[in-house]
């Protein structure tokens, strides 16, 4: 029985999960069942099984049982059975079904199951997930072989986990010396309790004997998972709901857990207080501090959480009041269980979970904490340190790289225990983009050239101009990803150049040559040689010209019946943003059509929309209002046969679904 995470912690009962359906006490099986007695449950509902008596309930509730205190080898033998006699289960058994073949390296059939459990939950952030990252396992291959792990020294046959390190001290949970706790037999009982133990750090990486490290008589609860101020003076910690010596209990009657901070007064913790978004009838747990110690990061089933446990963050406010706790979000959070965060001092946010493509169990990942409080991309941190089996509660020193983890491994000293590792390589995979701009005919290289970099969501990363000599770079860019590089310049065409990055750190080389765009020859033309990316050559500009035709965009950019611009779009408008930068003498005329279908007052109210739409995304763009007019046109200016009543096909009505940008004064 393996203590790791919120919904299965054996010594503070089993958090987070809710229970599918109205569960009845019509046994003894049952009632330990709901009583999160899964050890007995364990215990009688095998004893039914012996004597013939079998159902779906039955082996749900079994499978559940194990899979609930972590022993998923267990589980996987009564889900098997489960899925022989009904395979049309609900969604969250497939989830479960799949964790438990991961568990005993069978990836092939975990990847089947999970395709069913796509089909079923389409709209689970977790399939989301599935679908993006087919290639998870080459992914977290490419992260993996970056740590090398050792036993800490101080685990014993119990449950040892939830490390932190104070005064050169590891701090850690320990059910030892708590009254004979077994691993199949355990039954809570408020007679054995996790208590908090203390071991000094030798220079070699070793550590002395563990001892308790606060003495209290009479104990009635169970702590865990500490973490300390830089100054030492305060500490936040995890506890049974136990406040002035009585138990708490939630509607169900059963006792969840709190966070508590305590202050350091004459070398004694003392002043012990719950914290204020603490309650019954919901767990908080397993606290973590931002690098200014100005939020707490915690884990919760709180309400409004997206699955059985997310992670929380509040601010902690200079009066020593909190203000309101914060869902992390779909960036972190999914269905299932994210616990245990850690934030280091590279505010980077570690955080176990099993909602996420993994190994098995819950693994740990990792996810940069943004300066606008964002979360980067979410990483496995990869093998050793995450496995078939769970392991959590991950720590790290980001002078040193060295640091401390929990698992259940089966290579372990009991049933959780904690290992200690150094970190060999970053995570971190960065790659400086550089190279040369130049002319496509002469090939004389080119200084001040606009080069904006752009990611595969249109996100502009950044922008910088090619120096004297032609050179630039772009400095230490993600490995792994697409980009383009979008070039403009005085009197050259604007060109965008499609870059995919290896998933190496390194260098990716990439020369931009530019077509040339000469000047207005007269007042009223200006002679192109080409223009944008396409190799087609087209004759002079002149007042009249369609700029979006010019330049080769697409010209609808709108949903259907929408008149709000595409972020896909953005892109393309962002080309006549820079051509009316290049020549400001260029007016534009934005004007908008729609295709047949709808009613002609409504087709030119969107038109009109659309258009004033246009002409305002322009405008935020830094172009001048005086140089852009812009009206909608309905459908009265067809450029095929689809009028009212004429049967055509989608594409014929897109012909009509138009935007131009005819260009007015030179």
Same mark, same amino acid.
């Given at each position: 029985?393996?203590?790791?995470?919120?919904?299965?912690?054996?010594?503070?009962?089993?958090?987070?999960?809710?229970?599918?359906?109205?569960?009845?006490?019509?046994?003894?099986?049952?009632?330990?069942?709901?009583?999160?007695?899964?050890?007995?449950?364990?215990?009688?509902?095998?004893?039914?099984?012996?004597?013939?008596?079998?159902?779906?309930?039955?082996?749900?509730?079994?499978?559940?049982?194990?899979?609930?205190?972590?022993?998923?080898?267990?589980?996987?033998?009564?889900?098997?059975?489960?899925?022989?006699?009904?395979?049309?289960?609900?969604?969250?058994?497939?989830?479960?079904?799949?964790?438990?073949?991961?568990?005993?390296?069978?990836?092939?059939?975990?990847?089947?199951?999970?395709?069913?459990?796509?089909?079923?939950?389409?709209?689970?952030?977790?399939?989301?997930?599935?679908?993006?990252?087919?290639?998870?396992?080459?992914?977290?291959?490419?992260?993996?072989?970056?740590?090398?792990?050792?036993?800490?020294?101080?685990?014993?046959?119990?449950?040892?986990?939830?490390?932190?390190?104070?005064?050169?001290?590891?701090?850690?949970?320990?059910?030892?010396?708590?009254?004979?706790?077994?691993?199949?037999?355990?039954?809570?009982?408020?007679?054995?309790?996790?208590?908090?133990?203390?071991?000094?750090?030798?220079?070699?990486?070793?550590?002395?004997?563990?001892?308790?490290?606060?003495?209290?008589?009479?104990?009635?609860?169970?702590?865990?998972?500490?973490?300390?101020?830089?100054?030492?003076?305060?500490?936040?910690?995890?506890?049974?709901?136990?406040?002035?010596?009585?138990?708490?209990?939630?509607?169900?009657?059963?006792?969840?857990?709190?966070?508590?901070?305590?202050?350091?007064?004459?070398?004694?913790?003392?002043?012990?207080?719950?914290?204020?978004?603490?309650?019954?009838?919901?767990?908080?747990?397993?606290?973590?501090?931002?690098?200014? %110690?100005?939020?707490? $990061? *915690? /884990? +919760? @089933?709180?309400?409004?959480?997206? &699955?059985?446990? !997310?992670?929380?963050?509040?601010? #902690?406010?200079?009066?020593?009041?909190?203000?309101?706790?914060?869902?992390?979000?779909?960036?972190?959070?999914?269905?299932?269980?994210?616990?245990?965060?850690?934030?280091?001092? %590279?505010?980077?946010? $570690? *955080? /176990? +979970? @099993?909602?996420?493509?993994?190994? &098995?169990?819950? !693994?740990?990942?990792?996810?940069? #904490?943004?300066?606008?409080?964002?979360?980067?991309?979410?990483?496995?941190?990869?093998?050793?340190?995450?496995?078939?089996?769970?392991?959590?509660?991950?720590?790290?020193?980001?002078?040193?790289?060295?640091? *401390?983890? +929990?698992?259940?491994?089966?290579?372990?000293?009991?049933? !959780?225990?904690?290992?200690?590792?150094?970190?060999?390589?970053?995570?971190?995979?960065?790659?400086?983009?550089?190279?040369?701009?130049?002319?496509?005919?002469?090939?004389?290289?080119?200084?001040?050239?606009?080069?904006?970099?752009?990611?595969?969501?249109?996100?502009?990363?950044?922008?910088?101009?090619?120096?004297?000599?032609?050179?630039?770079?772009?400095?230490?860019?993600?490995?792994?990803?697409?980009?383009?590089?979008?070039?403009?310049?005085?009197?050259?065409?604007?060109?965008?150049?499609?870059?995919?990055?290896?998933?190496?750190?390194?260098?990716?080389?990439?020369?931009?040559?530019?077509?040339?765009?000469?000047?207005?020859?007269?007042?009223?033309?200006?002679?192109?040689?080409?223009?944008?990316?396409?190799?087609?050559?087209?004759?002079?500009?002149?007042?009249?010209?369609?700029?979006?035709?010019?330049?080769?965009?697409?010209?609808?950019?709108?949903?259907?019946?929408?008149?709000?611009?595409?972020?896909?779009?953005?892109?393309?408008?962002?080309?006549?943003?820079?051509?009316?930068?290049?020549?400001?003498?260029?007016?534009?005329?934005?004007?908008?059509?729609?295709?047949?279908?709808?009613?002609?007052?409504?087709?030119?109210?969107?038109?009109?929309?659309?258009?004033?739409?246009?002409?305002?995304?322009?405008?935020?763009?830094?172009?001048?209002?005086?140089?852009?007019?812009?009206?909608?046109?309905?459908?009265?200016?067809?450029?095929?046969?689809?009028?009212?009543?004429?049967?055509?096909?989608?594409?014929?009505?897109?012909?009509?679904?138009?935007?131009?940008?005819?260009?007015?004064?030179?």
């Amino acid at each position: 029985m393996r203590i790791k995470n919120l919904s299965y912690t054996i010594f503070f009962l089993c958090f987070f999960f809710t229970i599918n359906g109205q569960t009845t006490k019509t046994t003894n099986a049952d009632k330990k069942y709901e009583e999160y007695a899964y050890a007995d449950a364990i215990k009688s509902y095998e004893e039914l099984i012996d004597k013939g008596t079998t159902d779906e309930k039955i082996l749900r509730r079994l499978g559940n049982s194990y899979y609930f205190i972590g022993e998923l080898r267990d589980a996987l033998k009564w889900y098997d059975q489960l899925f022989r006699i009904n395979e049309a289960q609900e969604s969250e058994y497939l989830y479960r079904y799949a964790q438990c073949f991961k568990s005993v390296g069978n990836y092939r059939k975990a990847d089947e199951i999970l395709a069913k459990f796509n089909e079923k939950s389409a709209s689970d952030r977790r399939a989301d997930l599935i679908r993006a990252e087919k290639n998870y396992l080459e992914d977290i291959k490419s992260n993996s072989g970056r740590y090398e792990i050792a036993d800490a020294g101080m685990n014993s046959s119990y449950s040892d986990y939830g490390s932190t390190i104070y005064d050169n001290k590891i701090i850690f949970t320990s059910a030892r010396d708590t009254g004979g706790v077994a691993k199949n037999s355990f039954k809570w009982t408020n007679k054995a309790f996790s208590r908090l133990y203390v071991a000094e750090l030798m220079p070699d990486g070793n550590v002395s004997e563990p001892k308790i490290f606060i003495k209290k008589k009479n104990v009635k609860y169970n702590e865990s998972t500490p973490i300390f101020t830089k100054d030492g003076r305060t500490m936040y910690f995890t506890r049974n709901n136990f406040v002035d010596g009585k138990r708490g209990k939630n509607k169900e009657q059963v006792t969840l857990l709190k966070l508590f901070s305590a202050n350091l007064i004459n070398g004694n913790w003392e002043n012990v207080k719950e914290l204020p978004f603490n309650s019954d009838q919901y767990s908080t747990a397993h606290p973590a501090l931002s690098v200014d %110690e100005k939020t707490l $990061y *915690f /884990a +919760s @089933d709180m309400p409004g959480s997206v &699955g059985q446990s !997310d992670l929380y963050k509040v601010s #902690i406010n200079e009066n020593g009041t909190y203000g309101t706790p914060e869902n992390l979000g779909p960036s972190i959070n999914t269905e299932a269980r994210e616990t245990f965060p850690f934030i280091s001092e %590279e505010n980077e946010i $570690y *955080f /176990a +979970s @099993d909602g996420r493509p993994g190994l &098995g169990g819950l !693994d740990i990942f990792v996810s940069k #904490i943004k300066d606008d409080g964002t979360f980067d991309e979410v990483q496995n941190i990869g093998e050793p340190i995450n496995g078939k089996h769970d392991d959590f509660a991950f720590i790290i020193n980001s002078k040193n790289r060295n640091g *401390f983890f +929990s698992s259940n491994r089966i290579s372990g000293h009991g049933l !959780d225990d904690v290992y200690r590792f150094t970190e060999t390589r970053k995570l971190v995979c960065e790659q400086d983009l550089t190279g040369f701009v130049a002319d496509a005919e002469s090939n004389k290289l080119l200084s001040n050239v606009s080069l904006t970099l752009i990611d595969e969501n249109f996100n502009t990363i950044s922008t910088i101009v090619s120096d004297e000599k032609g050179n630039y770079i772009f400095p230490k860019i993600k490995c792994g990803k697409k980009y383009a590089i979008r070039a403009s310049k005085i009197d050259y065409g604007i060109k965008e150049i499609p870059v995919a990055i290896k998933k190496l750190n390194g260098t990716t080389t990439l020369e931009i040559l530019m077509d040339k765009m000469f000047k207005p020859m007269t007042a009223k033309t200006i002679d192109v040689k080409k223009v944008s990316v396409s190799p087609v050559k087209i004759g002079a500009i002149k007042v009249g010209t369609d700029l979006a035709k010019l330049l080769h965009i697409p010209m609808n950019f709108f949903d259907l019946g929408k008149a709000t611009i595409k972020k896909t779009s953005e892109p393309q408008l962002q080309k006549i943003v820079d051509m009316l930068n290049q020549y400001p003498a260029i007016k534009l005329d934005i004007r908008s059509h729609t295709d047949s279908r709808q009613s002609d007052e409504n087709n030119m109210i969107l038109s009109e929309k659309r258009a004033q739409s246009t002409k305002n995304w322009l405008i935020q763009k830094g172009i001048d209002e005086n140089r852009l007019t812009a009206k909608g046109y309905g459908e009265t200016k067809l450029v095929n046969r689809c009028a009212d009543g004429v049967k055509c096909t989608e594409k014929q009505h897109e012909q009509n679904r138009r935007s131009e940008f005819i260009i007015t004064n030179l």
